[in-house]
């Protein structure tokens, strides 16, 4: 006889975890050799992960996993979709401290497991479930996002820990899909003074290890992550530690350098550019670069990070330093011509927010707060006001219509540095430290909001504001990533019958293949039929894996 029994998951994922893993960080020699059937010298050293694991380049089917350890050794990531039951790794026999791992083939918008080592033991992992990616959604698919938007951090110091601590409180907390936490976007000078590997340690890996290993990192370069690193030849700390997609992995135009590239989440797509090494004429390779990719893509949503601001009254003046009025003079009107939506830089230490603007690349005394219609700067009805739902209103903008963007300079994640903050295409500035956090969703009505928020040091949020975009193009109508431990599926359920597994589902959905674990997480049965014979498996509980076309679901039954 069958019984579902769901409400066991989580005791079943206990005793998987305490069955198939050692504690983290401390080597376990004679589990491992049972485990992977490999002979071991005595006497072995204890390898030591230094710094990560932390995921790079994360595409729908991909994700690049690195590490460091103290002594040269194997690279093993061990991953699947069950906790207790990474049926699957991707081994390197080559022995090295700096470790790079792709995994592949796996499926968009699903969350793996997984846990890095070597050829004779784990090195890392998680027993509560906290060390994962999540693929990224097929180009094109609307649902729920949430980046977390960190400037100018790397000081180490207390400053830095609180507007980190703040961001954590936050997500964790937050109503809106909490602990989800898709992207981490760094907007440069990640480790001062000089982006040295030691200050990369000490101010990025030390500080942000946490979501590092279920988060995927992007950045830009800032002037001081260049003071190390060579942007013509991608050598330096910064070069080495980041891996970027130079052939559009991660979807867009190919750029061919970690310097500027691009990349496609969900329905937005990222360009991210180097205000800093790199040349930013008109005309430059950077440019014909950045303009084939932004009239490529068909995203509902365009994001650009770079590091010098376009607009800022902050420890940085844009109407004097050449790199932020040329980023201004030269791009924003490529970019605002092609329906750029946010603009994001640090640079100066502060937080300063615009109206919704198009068109401005004087000085800051030149800005109008007439609407473009009228030779002004701003878009839309709403676009000289706060951006508050609660308040003017949100910024609208139609998918069909380019202008109107918001430029943010946010690079007060470690230390502020004052300025006048009076730049006038500017509705706020702050002398304040903190993290934005960008959350785009359905408005329920065929289009989408992009909510920002200025989450400060002390958890307050000093500003939030929102665009609101019609016309968003529909393809998805997934909210939440398929495999979770302890998800409870409403589209796969069980009947249960003599001696025989019955799996029914919805009509869009479409079976692929079912996997039943036993209570040690070992695969005992494969099948691709809706029914299976169960009944010469020994009694218990079993997991049930089961991979329709739309996902994967995680059930549990006992067999009695
Ligand atoms: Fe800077």
Same mark, same amino acid.
């Given at each position: 006889m069958i019984k579902k029994s769901i409400f066991l998951l989580a005791a079943l994922w206990s005793v998987y975890s305490f069955a198939q893993t050692s504690v983290v960080d401390i080597p376990n020699i004679s589990a491992a050799v049972a485990a992977n059937n490999v002979d071991v010298p005595k006497n072995l050293p204890a390898v030591v992960v230094e710094r990560g694991p932390y995921l790079q380049t994360g595409t729908p089917t991909s994700v690049i996993v690195k590490w460091r350890t103290d002594i040269a050794t194997e690279s093993v990531v061990n991953y699947g979709t069950l906790l207790g039951a990474m049926s699957k790794n991707v081994t390197s026999a080559d022995l090295t401290t700096e470790h790079e791992v792709t995994l592949s083939g796996l499926t968009p918008n699903t969350k793996y497991y997984f846990n890095i080592g070597n050829r004779t033991e784990v090195?890392?992992?998680?027993?509560?479930?906290?060390?994962?990616?999540?693929?990224?959604?097929?180009?094109? #698919?609307?649902?729920?996002?949430? *980046?977390?938007?960190?400037?100018?951090?790397?000081?180490?110091?207390? =400053?830095?820990?609180?507007?980190?601590?703040?961001?954590?409180?936050?997500?964790?907390? #937050?109503?809106?899909?909490?602990?989800?936490?898709?992207?981490?976007?760094?907007?440069?000078?990640?480790?001062?003074?000089?982006?040295?590997?030691?200050?990369?340690?000490?101010? =990025?890996?030390?500080?942000?290890?946490?979501? =590092?290993?279920?988060?995927?990192?992007?950045?830009?370069?800032?002037?001081?992550?260049?003071?190390?690193?060579?942007?013509d030849t991608q050598s330096g700390p910064y070069y080495d530690i980041f891996t970027f997609p130079t052939a559009g992995e991660a979807g867009g135009t190919p750029s061919g350098t970690e310097a500027y590239y691009s990349f496609d989440y969900a329905n937005i797509h990222f360009i991210i550019l180097d205000s800093h090494h790199t040349s930013r004429a008109v005309g430059g390779p950077m440019y014909n670069w950045a303009l084939t990719d932004i009239q490529n893509t068909a995203q509902d949503w365009i994001v650009t990070l770079f590091h010098h601001p376009a607009y800022s009254k902050g420890s940085h003046d844009s109407d004097v330093d050449h790199r932020p009025v040329e980023m201004r003079e030269n791009f924003t009107p490529m970019l605002e011509a092609n329906g750029v939506d946010l603009v994001l830089s640090g640079h100066s230490h502060s937080y300063e927010r615009s109206y919704f603007l198009n068109g401005h690349q004087g000085l800051s005394n030149t800005f109008s707060l007439e609407e473009i219609t009228n030779g002004g700067n701003t878009v839309g009805a709403n676009g000289k006001g706060d951006g508050k739902e609660d308040g003017d209103g949100a910024y609208q903008k139609a998918s069909t219509e380019p202008e109107g963007a918001v430029?943010?300079?946010?690079?007060?994640?470690?230390?502020?540095?004052?300025?006048?903050?009076?730049?006038? *295409?500017?509705?706020?500035?702050?002398?304040?430290?903190?993290?934005?956090?960008? @959350?785009?969703?359905?408005?329920?009505?065929?289009?989408?909001?992009?909510?920002?928020?200025?989450?400060?040091? #002390?958890?307050?949020?000093?500003?939030?504001?929102?665009?609101?975009?019609?016309? $968003?193009?529909?393809?998805?109508?997934?909210?939440?990533?398929?495999?979770? $431990?302890?998800? @409870?599926?409403?589209?796969?359920?069980?009947?249960?019958?003599?001696?025989?597994?019955?799996?029914?589902?919805?009509?869009?959905?479409?079976?692929?293949?079912?996997?039943?674990?036993?209570?040690?997480?070992?695969?005992?049965?494969?099948?691709?039929?809706?029914?299976?014979?169960?009944?010469?498996?020994?009694?218990?509980?079993? *997991?049930?894996?089961?991979?329709?076309?739309?996902? #994967?679901?995680?059930?549990? $039954?006992?067999?009695?």
């Amino acid at each position: 006889m069958i019984k579902k029994s769901i409400f066991l998951l989580a005791a079943l994922w206990s005793v998987y975890s305490f069955a198939q893993t050692s504690v983290v960080d401390i080597p376990n020699i004679s589990a491992a050799v049972a485990a992977n059937n490999v002979d071991v010298p005595k006497n072995l050293p204890a390898v030591v992960v230094e710094r990560g694991p932390y995921l790079q380049t994360g595409t729908p089917t991909s994700v690049i996993v690195k590490w460091r350890t103290d002594i040269a050794t194997e690279s093993v990531v061990n991953y699947g979709t069950l906790l207790g039951a990474m049926s699957k790794n991707v081994t390197s026999a080559d022995l090295t401290t700096e470790h790079e791992v792709t995994l592949s083939g796996l499926t968009p918008n699903t969350k793996y497991y997984f846990n890095i080592g070597n050829r004779t033991e784990v090195l890392s992992e998680s027993v509560t479930g906290d060390m994962y990616v999540i693929t990224a959604p097929t180009p094109g #698919t609307d649902q729920f996002v949430r *980046a977390w938007i960190i400037g100018d951090p790397g000081t180490g110091n207390t =400053f830095q820990r609180w507007v980190r601590d703040a961001y954590y409180n936050y997500v964790d907390t #937050t109503a809106t899909n909490p602990g989800k936490t898709d992207m981490m976007l760094f907007l440069g000078d990640n480790a001062y003074n000089t982006g040295k590997d030691s200050e990369y340690q000490n101010a =990025f890996f030390d500080v942000y290890d946490d979501m =590092f290993k279920k988060s995927v990192a992007w950045s830009c370069l800032g002037n001081h992550d260049g003071d190390s690193a060579d942007s013509d030849t991608q050598s330096g700390p910064y070069y080495d530690i980041f891996t970027f997609p130079t052939a559009g992995e991660a979807g867009g135009t190919p750029s061919g350098t970690e310097a500027y590239y691009s990349f496609d989440y969900a329905n937005i797509h990222f360009i991210i550019l180097d205000s800093h090494h790199t040349s930013r004429a008109v005309g430059g390779p950077m440019y014909n670069w950045a303009l084939t990719d932004i009239q490529n893509t068909a995203q509902d949503w365009i994001v650009t990070l770079f590091h010098h601001p376009a607009y800022s009254k902050g420890s940085h003046d844009s109407d004097v330093d050449h790199r932020p009025v040329e980023m201004r003079e030269n791009f924003t009107p490529m970019l605002e011509a092609n329906g750029v939506d946010l603009v994001l830089s640090g640079h100066s230490h502060s937080y300063e927010r615009s109206y919704f603007l198009n068109g401005h690349q004087g000085l800051s005394n030149t800005f109008s707060l007439e609407e473009i219609t009228n030779g002004g700067n701003t878009v839309g009805a709403n676009g000289k006001g706060d951006g508050k739902e609660d308040g003017d209103g949100a910024y609208q903008k139609a998918s069909t219509e380019p202008e109107g963007a918001v430029y943010i300079t946010t690079g007060s994640a470690g230390q502020i540095s004052g300025g006048d903050l009076n730049h006038q *295409a500017m509705y706020i500035s702050m002398n304040k430290l903190g993290s934005c956090v960008m @959350e785009i969703d359905d408005d329920g009505n065929g289009g989408q909001n992009m909510v920002i928020k200025f989450i400060r040091e #002390t958890g307050e949020i000093d500003d939030y504001f929102t665009i609101h975009k019609t016309g $968003v193009t529909f393809t998805d109508d997934t909210n939440e990533p398929k495999a979770e $431990v302890g998800a @409870e599926s409403k589209k796969v359920l069980y009947v249960a019958g003599h001696d025989l597994l019955t799996i029914t589902m919805d009509r869009n959905e479409r079976l692929k293949k079912v996997k039943i674990y036993n209570n040690i997480g070992k695969l005992v049965k494969k099948s691709r039929k809706k029914t299976i014979d169960v009944s010469k498996m020994p009694k218990g509980m079993y *997991a049930i894996e089961i991979t329709t076309k739309n996902g #994967t679901y995680i059930e549990s $039954v006992t067999i009695e």
